[in-house]
């Protein structure tokens, strides 16, 4: 079940070759959330959490696999387990003190009794595990630590291209700035030391924040930032640049 937008995954479109139902339910809404809330009292099968109740009371897996971007945000996916008395186990790519800032307390509760009452609980990091347990209060939830799988370049990695002229240091990844951290980017390279500097930085990706970062290229004068968009293989990527750059807030934390 999709609760963000679909995309195209080779082990997803495997399973379904297999003939593996998938459902995409749109989570979002492009009206106001004043107008949403109205609409839920007055059609409730049309909202988000109704839709997917239904839909799991329909088709009763044997077991619920919760995929979380952070940790607050499929609350009410394992109230709805809860409810309707399915098996489920959480996986959370994100924990980060900064959900403190909009974690209401009934909603802090509701995650405590989905984390306690889930099978087993996934974090990418022991740092994860531990800042979650302080956020739910401390209490003594099924947990375990998984390594994400990380893509490779199969048995023949490009050869090291040539820095006779400039490194090119590449970031790969979302162009959004908070997560990401690209304005603390746009901050450090803006210096005069590092136009002067022999590198050349290249960014691969898509995002919300591109024109901003079209804007910044202009405004600061940075003639050593290219913005290449997404990249079509990492091969493509390792066989033109020498260094991965990573700034992020939140990338540690995950």
Same mark, same amino acid.
């Given at each position: 079940i999709y609760t963000a937008a679909p995309y195209r995954d080779e082990n997803i479109c495997s399973l379904r070759r297999k003939r593996i139902p998938f459902f995409y339910l749109k989570r979002r809404s492009l009206l106001p959330l004043r107008i949403q809330r109205y609409l839920s009292t007055k059609f409730p099968a049309i909202v988000w959490p109704d839709r997917l109740k239904r839909l799991l009371r329909k088709t009763r897996p044997?077991?619920?696999?919760?995929?979380?971007?952070?940790?607050?945000?499929?609350?009410?996916?394992?109230?709805i387990c809860l409810e309707l008395g399915l098996?489920?186990?959480? $996986?959370?790519?994100?924990?980060?003190?900064?959900?403190?800032?909009? $974690?209401?307390?009934?909603?802090?509760?509701?995650?405590?009794?989905?984390?306690?009452n889930s099978l087993m609980n996934f974090f990418v990091s022991e740092d994860n595990k531990t800042i979650n347990s302080i956020?739910?209060?401390? &209490?003594?939830?099924?947990?375990?630590?998984?390594?994400?799988?990380?893509?490779?370049?199969?048995?023949?990695?490009?050869?090291?291209?040539?820095?006779?002229?400039?490194?090119?240091?590449?970031y790969v990844g979302r162009i959004e700035a908070f997560h990401k951290g690209l304005d603390l980017f746009i901050r450090v390279i803006s210096a005069d030391k590092w136009k002067k500097r022999p590198v050349l930085f290249t960014l691969?990706?898509?995002?919300?924040?591109?024109?901003?970062?079209?804007?910044?290229? &202009?405004?600061?004068?940075?003639?050593?930032?290219?913005?290449?968009?997404?990249?079509?293989? $990492?091969?493509?990527?390792?066989?033109?640049?020498?260094? $991965?750059l990573l700034p992020s807030r939140l990338q540690g934390q995950s």
């Open positions: 044997r077991l619920v696999v919760i995929s979380q971007g952070n940790n607050c945000s499929a609350g009410e996916i394992m109230q098996r489920y186990i959480t $996986l959370t790519q994100l924990v980060t003190e900064y959900h403190f800032l909009q $974690l209401k307390e009934n909603a802090r509760l509701k995650l405590k009794t989905g984390y306690a956020m739910m209060g401390g &209490i003594d939830i099924p947990a375990k630590i998984i390594n994400n799988p990380i893509s490779t370049l199969g048995v023949s990695p490009p050869n090291f291209p040539s820095s006779e002229h400039a490194f090119r240091i590449a691969y990706g898509s995002g919300p924040h591109e024109d901003w970062l079209r804007d910044c290229i &202009i405004s600061y004068d940075l003639k050593n930032v290219e913005l290449l968009g997404p990249y079509s293989s $990492l091969h493509q990527v390792w066989s033109y640049n020498h260094i $991965l």
